[in-house]
């Protein structure tokens, strides 16, 4: 076999290899033994967004939707943070637990409802954020955009905006995990 034909199939081979190692990957049980499942759906991670002005502004992911609820994206669990300081050192911050988690290709929405915040009048309020996870430079956009407070309090679970702001460089991580519902 000559060597360019080795290091070819050499080749393809770690890319079958890495690609059956994607599909199998797997979740762990709450006492952290793997179940050989792949999750129905994921979105992880930490971004600063970019802002001329140098606000500190923070999104953090911890959501998932377990292979056993494929069907019902309502069923997703985790926690997400979001904060918002100026220049000034002004702004605040919120944690919100999931009640929902779309993902399709490399594109999230989230929803959850806020139960912890430094805030006035926003505990209690469900709010959306959407990921575009790019692998570059991830996008981000949030249900309250355009909004001078949180939004309406009685927002629809799964719904965020156009993800419209860029993140800043060096800093997004986002992992999408795909959902493949059966239709």
Same mark, same amino acid.
């Given at each position: 076999?000559?060597?360019?034909?080795?290091?070819?199939?050499?080749?393809?081979?770690?890319? !079958?290899?890495?690609?059956?190692?994607?599909?199998?990957?797997?979740?762990?049980?709450?006492?952290?033994?793997?179940?050989?499942?792949?999750?129905?759906?994921?979105?992880?991670?930490?971004?600063?967004?970019?802002?001329?002005?140098?606000?500190? !502004?923070?999104?953090?992911?911890?959501?998932?939707?377990?292979?056993?609820?494929?069907?019902?994206?309502?069923?997703?669990?985790?926690?997400?943070?979001?904060?918002?300081?100026?220049?000034?050192?002004?702004?605040?911050?919120?944690?919100?637990?999931?009640?929902?988690?779309?993902?399709?290709?490399?594109?999230?929405?989230?929803?959850?409802?806020?139960?912890?915040?430094?805030?006035?009048?926003?505990?209690?309020?469900?709010?959306?954020?959407?990921?575009?996870?790019?692998?570059?430079?991830?996008?981000?956009?949030?249900?309250?955009?355009?909004?001078?407070?949180?939004?309406?309090?009685?927002?629809?679970?799964?719904?965020?905006?156009?993800?419209?702001?860029?993140?800043?460089?060096?800093?997004?991580?986002?992992?999408?995990?795909?959902?493949?519902?059966?239709?």
């Amino acid at each position: 076999m000559s060597r360019i034909t080795r290091t070819g199939a050499v080749g393809a081979a770690l890319l !079958i290899a890495a690609g059956a190692a994607a599909t199998t990957a797997t979740t762990a049980t709450a006492d952290g033994h793997a179940t050989g499942k792949r999750e129905a759906a994921a979105l992880t991670g930490t971004a600063k967004l970019y802002r001329s002005a140098g606000d500190d !502004i923070t999104f953090s992911f911890d959501a998932h939707l377990a292979a056993k609820d494929n069907d019902n994206p309502l069923k997703a669990t985790g926690t997400f943070r979001f904060s918002h300081y100026g220049a000034n050192g002004e702004g605040g911050w919120a944690k919100a637990k999931v009640d929902c988690l779309l993902t399709g290709g490399k594109v999230a929405v989230v929803s959850g409802v806020i139960t912890a915040t430094d805030l006035d009048g926003v505990k209690g309020h469900r709010v959306g954020i959407t990921v575009h996870d790019t692998g570059r430079t991830d996008r981000l956009g949030y249900s309250w955009a355009g909004s001078e407070d949180m939004g309406p309090k009685d927002l629809p679970k799964c719904v965020g905006s156009a993800p419209f702001e860029k993140v800043k460089k060096g800093t997004g991580d986002f992992t999408v995990v795909p959902w493949n519902p059966k239709f």
